[in-house]
């Protein structure tokens, strides 16, 4: 199938096409690079023996997604371009509903001109917020706390409406709990700007002395260690559960809803421990006050996925930091290495 991938530089989507390579379908990835390297062809086509399409440009402009559509004969599309810093949709809210919402509206528009009409679209457990009840079902509360997880939310409610009113099309919101490892290969992971806000490369980059210590945010939340608890989902597990989506949603229209993740909490103080047992390193850890907006606990129910995609994250824990640590090793600075 020839599917274009927007986002497709980016550190699932890259994994995503990978996959989508090795099963034989066509990717055309569209990506702006604003947060990704030209790099990461070279390394797709390494690991698969095949160079997806790429064409550069932005999401936000519909005449170009257009003629990328036609001129690529594209029969479904899977959306992951966007911004998705929780810290900085608080400072640069124009920017996460410029690139997450506008940006999925023209490329709506633009399927619509050329008549394309699945679509897989990237969503977040954040859209839940804070919910009562753990694992979470997809029928819980959509209620979330800052810009980002606001512009997602607004996306899913756009999608649900336009298929609504669009009965032909199929549309699938995947809503991942927390991507962390890389590529068994070593050659494709996550390269965040800067310094890290997430966990897993945090851990990564102080276990490599390239950061002094972890800052743990919080030890007094309510759950066994203090430590708050996510549901950590392999980055490849994660894109095959975009295959399948695409499999089982391209000829069935309406619109179908999935957590992917693995069913699973760790706490903080367990992925540290976990990263120490595999890396046979000392981490330096301080606590530190809770981050705002911070949730004691969030792992999915991923029932849905398991029956109706068929889908089910098999990568333990112990393979999603070795994965890690192996990329971090062999890309001591990201592609810049
Ligand atoms: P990423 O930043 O690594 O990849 C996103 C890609 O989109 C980048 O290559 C970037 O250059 C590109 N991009 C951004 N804005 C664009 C635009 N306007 N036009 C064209 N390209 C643009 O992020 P990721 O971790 O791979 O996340 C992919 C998607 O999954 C995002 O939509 C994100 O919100 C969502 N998501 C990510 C996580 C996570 O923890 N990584 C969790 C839940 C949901
Ligand atoms: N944490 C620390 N120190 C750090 C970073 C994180 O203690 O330096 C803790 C957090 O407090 C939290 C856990 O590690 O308890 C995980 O934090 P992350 O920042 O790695 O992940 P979040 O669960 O906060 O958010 C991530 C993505 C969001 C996405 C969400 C979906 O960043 O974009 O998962 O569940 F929406």
Not at 90 to 117: C, D, H, W
Not at 228 to 248: E, M, P, Q, S, T
Not at 265 to 289: C, D, N, Q, T
Not at 309 to 333: E, G, H
Request: glycine letters at 8%; one cysteine or more.
């Amino acid at each position: 199938m020839r599917v274009l991938v927007t986002g497709g530089m980016g550190y699932i989507g890259s994994h995503t096409c990978i996959q989508l390579l090795n099963a034989g379908h066509d990717p055309i990835i569209v990506d702006n690079l604003s947060n990704s390297k030209p790099l990461v062809l070279d390394r797709i086509q390494k690991i698969t023996g095949r160079r997806p399409g790429f064409v550069l440009g932005d999401v936000c402009d519909k005449r170009f997604l257009i003629n990328v559509l036609q001129e690529h004969k594209v029969e479904s599309v899977i959306h992951f371009a966007g911004v998705k810093s929780v810290g900085e949709s608080n400072s640069l809210p124009i920017k996460y509903y410029e690139n997450n919402f506008i940006g999925s509206l023209r490329l709506i528009e633009a399927m619509q001109s050329a008549n394309v009409t699945s679509l897989v679209f990237s969503s977040s457990a954040t859209v839940y917020g804070d919910p009562a009840s753990v694992p979470i079902k997809e029928s819980f509360p959509i209620q979330p706390t800052n810009p980002y997880g606001r512009s997602k939310s607004m996306v899913e409610q756009f999608l649900q409406d336009f298929q609504h009113a669009n009965s032909d099309w199929s549309i699938t919101l995947l809503r991942y709990f927390n991507p962390i490892g890389a590529h068994d290969s070593g050659l494709v992971g996550e390269d965040p700007n800067g310094e890290p806000s997430n966990l897993v490369p945090y851990i990564a980059q102080v276990a490599f002395g390239k950061r002094y210590s972890l800052g743990i945010f919080g030890n007094d939340y309510d759950t066994p260690d203090g430590t708050g608890i996510r549901d950590y989902v392999h980055v490849v597990d994660l894109a095959d559960g975009h295959l399948a989506a695409l499999n089982k949603t391209i000829n069935t229209p309406g619109t179908h809803v999935f957590n992917l993740g693995t069913g699973r909490g760790h706490s903080v103080l367990e992925i540290l421990r976990a990263f120490e047992e595999h890396s046979k390193l000392k981490i330096p850890y301080s606590i530190k006050p809770r981050r705002q907006g911070d949730i004691a606990k969030c792992w999915a129910n991923v029932a849905d996925a398991h029956k109706i995609l068929q889908w089910k994250a098999t990568r333990s824990l112990a393979t999603m930091i070795k994965d890690t640590w192996n990329w971090q090793v062999m890309n001591p600075n990201g592609y810049d290495s």
